[in-house]
């Protein structure tokens, strides 16, 4: 199949799941084209069947915006008739699923028909889709993809609450590759760089945005080092990031508290990681606290969106209300404060991220571009 990916190329989840996604297809002999404003940063060249298309926005002084759906869906119509592609596969509605309807169009004109899947991953629904600025083009663009898809059931039934649906929306959870994530070997997990025997690692992955409430990581590691000797490590870099150096600062645990940056090596901090913490106010999905728990991570976290089909309550870490430190950090310390207890989440972790391998995830979004393939021309 020749199939283009449409996402945004940063460190967030849906450009990782669009990235994944293509290396997968392409490897297994599909020809794959990735078309954004920069090369996404987990793609790697794995195969002569990867292409990247870099979707140019020229300065002009009249802009106070740029018009990047312009000239992403001049772009994708380029690329289509270029390379001959079957389907787009657009990652996050806004604006790539509103420029593929554009694309579409535009190609209709030249009489090739082109299939849209587009996979909805969260914000673009809840937080920001659904603001009355967008919503009208949103349900649009939704409603005029030729297959909609969402990372989690709870993802689906926002997306049926908040807009007037008239397609049928597949859910096809997030998946791990556990081929492109191998375990890191005693020599390389270098656990004694960061604590001493007798401390836990805590760790939260996140882009520092609002909605992933990282104060609550903060405020739940202080209760939990009270009680059990432990570091955290805060891994990615975002707005939010100035605000919990200085929450961290004035509760006096700075010291403790290592902020990494952006890293394309999460699993090697994650190798050493006893507990992963994600207090989001919405999560469609939570792809980190999945890519933790195939990690072998417990997760705390919060029961928001699709949060309770990935970490299961008890079983592979624990869930609480938005906003309740207490219950996180008391949870947390149950985890931590028996070394055989620990081991048993840390087992149960993998066990489950085994639920989401590529292996049986991929089929489902095979399957679809089959359907829409077939019901073509
Ligand atoms: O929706 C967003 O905030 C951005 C998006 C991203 O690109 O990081 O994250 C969403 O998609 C991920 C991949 O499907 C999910 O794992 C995240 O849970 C989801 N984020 C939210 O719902 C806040």
Redesign the pocket.
Known sequence: MKIGIVC?P????????ATELGMALAQRGHHVHFITYKQPVRLDFISNDIHFHEVFVEEYPLFQFQPYELALSSKMVEVVEMYNLEILHV??AIPHAYAAYMAKQMLKEKGIELKVVT?L????I???GSHPNYKTAVEFSINNSDVVTT??ES?KNDTLRLFNITKDIRVIH?FIDFEQYPEIDSEECQRDTIANENERIIIHVS?L?P??RAADVIDTFNKIQKEIPSKLLIVGEGPDRENLESLAKELGILEKVLFMGNSNEVNKLLCYSDLFLLP?????????A?EAMAARTPVISTNS??LPEVNLHGVTGFLSNVGDTDDMAKNGIYILSDLDRLDEFKQNALKQAKQFSLKSILPFYKEVYREVIADCC
């Open positions: 945004y940063t460190f967030g989840g849906s450009g990782v799941v990652h996050y996979t991953h969260g914000t673009d809840t937080l920001v990372v989690s993802l997030n882009n945005r909605v992933k989001s106010q919405t999560e469609s999905f939570g792809l980190a999945l969106g699709g």
